[in-house]
């Protein structure tokens, strides 16, 4: 009988398909097909490279088995398979040595860092409906310019499925195929939006949605969406992500953290609790250089403070400190403090990598002015569900 081994699996529910892991994997353990991202077991050296920069913690699964599961067997899955039985070694007569299956069963289920969940009243997402071999044709209906900073080019686009069938819950993602090949005449790897819609579309009841796309320079995908004229085709897939998702219980409160496209799930969870007339409320920190560099400003400033309570910080304004939305955070430790303690709170924070370890530093001063240790509180809300990161 083999001896049992472990083996770095993907979660193909929860993988968002940004290839970030792939391009990070310093041996090629990782490649993908149409459908899934996998994990070559010949290959893997366990070097754990991969696992700090995938964004939904997808990568970061382990299962102890007798026979490896092969790359065919992983580019077929759906859903993860259970941990198998695996049979113990007869019992040793060496007193006190470690039993090696319990041993690396234990480590498997550890994983490096902590999985997110879903909250437990989220709506059930559809993943992975259009992949690389299948994708969604979807028709441009907008493309709007959301900043007035003119070295600061973010746009909205309304993409409109037609009759195909592509159910989203906020929070998730989509895949953006640019056109064209790269230098070795490969096809472009899509890109990865997150949606800013909610669910029933762009406009009530349509199905569309919507994306919040940053030009950048020399970037294929984000030069091709922001210069998309009304009535393109574009090439989609997903529907992605099954965690970073809102509770359906209208009395959760939601508090909101982003900079600058991070604001895009944000504004879907904002319009998904306006239009189901969700009581709860939430509490937005948005950071963003300028006013003018802070998209969807206007529509922002109409939403009642009893709604959202809003606090827009700017790192670049003339004649103001700059303010980080970490910053804030401490100014506002109080309300921020009443907050933690509530089992109705939900935590999503989502936009620059930087300021995830801003964000965690504010959060462990103000746990410990009231005397809790931050990491606890974390990972009680993650485990709970109401604990939710997406940084890049
Ligand atoms: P700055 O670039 O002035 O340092 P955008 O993507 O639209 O530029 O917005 C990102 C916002 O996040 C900017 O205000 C940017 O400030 C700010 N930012 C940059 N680094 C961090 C960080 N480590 N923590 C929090 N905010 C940050």
């Given amino acids: 009988m083999n001896q049992p081994v472990k083996q770095h699996l993907i979660d193909p529910e929860i993988c968002i398909r940004c290839y970030t892991c792939e391009m990070t994997c310093p041996v090629g353990a990782i490649e993908h097909d149409d459908n899934n991202v996998v994990v070559n077991f010949d290959t893997c050296n366990f070097c754990m490279d991969c696992i700090p920069v995938c964004p939904t913690g ?212 904002t319009m998904q609790r306006q239009r189901s007339g969700a009581t709860g409320g939430m509490t937005m920190f948005f950071g963003a250089r300028t006013p003018q560099s802070l998209p969807y400003f206007g529509p922002l400033k109409k939403i009642p403070e009893s709604l959202m309570k809003q606090h827009l910080v700017f790192s ?16 506002e430790q109080e309300a921020i403090a009443e907050l933690l303690v509530d089992e109705h709170t939900y935590i999503y924070i989502c936009g620059l990598r930087g300021m995830e370890e801003g964000v965690e530093r504010a959060m462990t001063s103000i746990a410990e002015s009231m005397g809790q240790q931050w990491e606890a509180l974390r990972d009680t809300m993650r485990e709970d569900g109401r604990y939710h990161v997406e940084t890049y």
């Avoid at 067997?73 to 090696?100: C, K, R």
């Avoid at 992975?128 to 044709?137: R, V």
């Fill in 58 to 269: 997808s990568i970061d699964e382990w299962r102890v088995v007798d026979t490896p599961y092969t790359l065919e067997q992983q580019f077929e899955m759906d859903e993860l398979p259970d941990q198998e039985d695996i049979a113990a070694p007869a019992p040793s007569s060496d007193e006190g040595a470690v039993d090696p299956i319990a041993a690396l069963l234990a480590e498997a289920h550890k994983g490096a860092g902590g999985k997110a969940k879903a909250p437990l009243t989220a709506s059930k997402p559809a993943v992975n409906m259009y992949n690389l071999g299948k994708p969604a044709k979807m028709k441009v209906q907008g493309n709007y310019r959301l900043t007035d900073d003119p070295d600061h080019d973010l746009r909205h686009i309304i993409l409109d499925p037609g009759a195909l069938p592509f159910p989203v819950l906020e929070g998730q993602s989509v895949g953006i195929l640019p056109p064209g090949t790269d230098a070795d005449g490969n096809a472009h790897l899509p890109r990865l939006y997150s949606i800013s819609s909610p669910r029933d579309g762009e406009r009530p009841g349509y199905h569309n949605i919507s994306l919040t796309v940053k030009r950048e320079e020399g970037g294929l995908a984000s030069n091709f969406l922001c210069d998309l004229e009304t009535g393109t085709e574009v090439e989609v897939t997903g529907p992605f992500g099954a965690t970073f998702l809102m509770p359906s219980d209208p009395k959760a409160h939601l508090l909101l953290i982003c900079t600058g496209t991070g604001s895009a799930p944000m504004r879907a969870f």
């Fill in 316 to 331: 670049r304004e003339a004649g103001t400190d700059k303010e980080y939305v970490q910053d804030r955070i401490i100014a």
